[in-house]
T-cell receptor, first 115, second 115 residues
Framework: DQQVKQNSPSLSVQEGRISILNCDYTNSMFDYFLWYKKYPAEGPTFLIS?????DKNEDGRFTVFLNKSAKHLSLHIVPSQPGDSAVYFC??????????????FGEGTQLTVNP | DAGVIQSPRHEVTEMGQEVTLRCKPI?????LFWYRQTMMRGLELLIYFNNNVPIDDSGMPEDRFSAKMPNASFSTLKIQPSEPRDSAVYFC?????????????FGDGTRLSIL
């Protein structure tokens, strides 16, 4: 019962173009969502988050969109850079649990940005 | 600032041996998490602690796995006896409450191979 799903194992884009990574969830109790980036042989690093009271959060080149009715979120990277090539994980959690606890992760999407 | 420190980075051992993975969280963080990443199951939470107390160990696969946090700056994950199916990358992460949701900070993981 995969509660957080990233259906695209990989995505390839050209440098300078937009990268869109998608994530779907099934648990309607999830109300806080995060994106992590992971390089080989390193741990995941936090990228951006969004609370369910918002539908958009922006941080520089990274924007996360949340569509609660569709139980869908996406991460937009504009413009994409070769250094963005990494595995991106979507994660979700539930309010009421202690802060930042019990993240449920998606399977990850390998983004490759070609020069 | 020092991040989450895990040791060893790599561990290769034979089936039946005891394995101990170590983690030093970021100073001041009061939450500590142990995750396991495999191809089949992705990144899954095994156990987490708050103020050195185990809060949720429902992700621990079986009695062969145990985790302790004797003080705020050290935690261990032990597997005894180890089996080939335990081969995975094990991540430790820490976070702080800080009055609002704070992201988890991950170590670089321990790649465990059980022969």
């Amino acid at each position: 019962d995969q509660q957080v799903k990233q259906n695209s194992p990989s995505l390839s884009v050209q440098e300078g173009r937009i990268s869109i990574l998608n994530c779907d969830y099934t648990n309607s109790m999830f109300d806080y969502f995060l994106w992590y980036k992971k390089y080989p042989a390193e741990g995941p690093t936090f990228l951006i988050s969004i609370s369910s009271i918002k539908d958009k959060n922006e941080d520089g080149r990274f924007t996360v969109f949340l569509n609660k009715s569709a139980k869908h979120l996406s991460l937009h990277i504009v413009p994409s850079q070769p250094g963005d090539s990494a595995v991106y994980f979507c994660a979700a959690s539930v309010t009421g649990e202690t802060s930042g606890s019990r993240l449920t992760f998606g399977e990850g999407t390998q983004l490759t940005v070609n020069p | 600032d020092a991040g989450v420190i895990q040791s060893p980075r790599h561990e290769v051992t034979e089936m039946g041996q005891e394995v101990t993975l170590r983690c030093k969280p970021i100073s001041g963080h009061d939450y500590l998490f142990w995750y396991r990443q495999t191809m089949m199951r992705g990144l899954e939470l095994l156990i987490y602690f708050n103020n050195n107390v185990p809060i949720d160990d429902s992700g621990m696969p079986e009695d062969r796995f145990s985790a302790k946090m004797p003080n705020a700056s050290f935690s261990t994950l032990k597997i005894q006896p180890s089996e080939p199916r335990d081969s995975a990358v094990y991540f430790c992460a820490s976070s702080t409450t800080g009055g609002r949701r704070q992201p988890q900070h991950f170590g670089d993981g321990t790649r465990l191979s059980i022969l």
